[in-house]
Nanobody
Framework: QVRLVESGGGMVQTGGSLRLSCAAS????????MGWYRQATGKTREFVAS???????NYGDSVKGRFTISRDARKNTIYLQMNSLDPEDTAVYYC??????????WGQGTQVNVSS
């Protein structure tokens, strides 16, 4: 079982930046993938970004060029640097961990609010 704890959400104005963190603990087998989804009120959950154990990133189309995902393997922690934020980025951001058997664990979510 993998436990995920997110932090770093909050409120920011349009054009601002935020950095989210997600720390994993528990039984963490490799290889694995960690990443972020988000869900805005009234919308379906949307893929944001992911990163493999070896550090290869992947991004959703709506965040390419603005968001950067990174990973500290020693700390079992991933980060999401979000720049040029827009009100459309307002959502609850969920961290996930996918093990080599394609089983997912999820964090509790962290709220990001971008005001215009």
């Amino acid at each position: 079982q993998v436990r995920l704890v997110e932090s770093g959400g909050g409120m920011v104005q349009t054009g601002g930046s935020l950095r989210l963190s997600c720390a994993a603990s528990g039984i963490i087998a490799t290889p694995n993938v960690m990443g972020w989804y988000r869900q805005a009120t009234g919308k379906t959950r949307e893929f944001v970004a992911s990163i493999t154990f070896r550090g290869s990133p992947n991004y959703g189309d709506s965040v390419k060029g603005r968001f950067t995902i990174s990973r500290d393997a020693r700390k079992n922690t991933i980060y999401l640097q979000m720049n040029s934020l827009d009100p459309e980025d307002t959502a609850v951001y969920y961290c996930y961990h996918r093990n080599k058997w394609n089983n997912d664990s999820w964090g509790q979510g962290t709220q990001v609010n971008v005001s215009s």
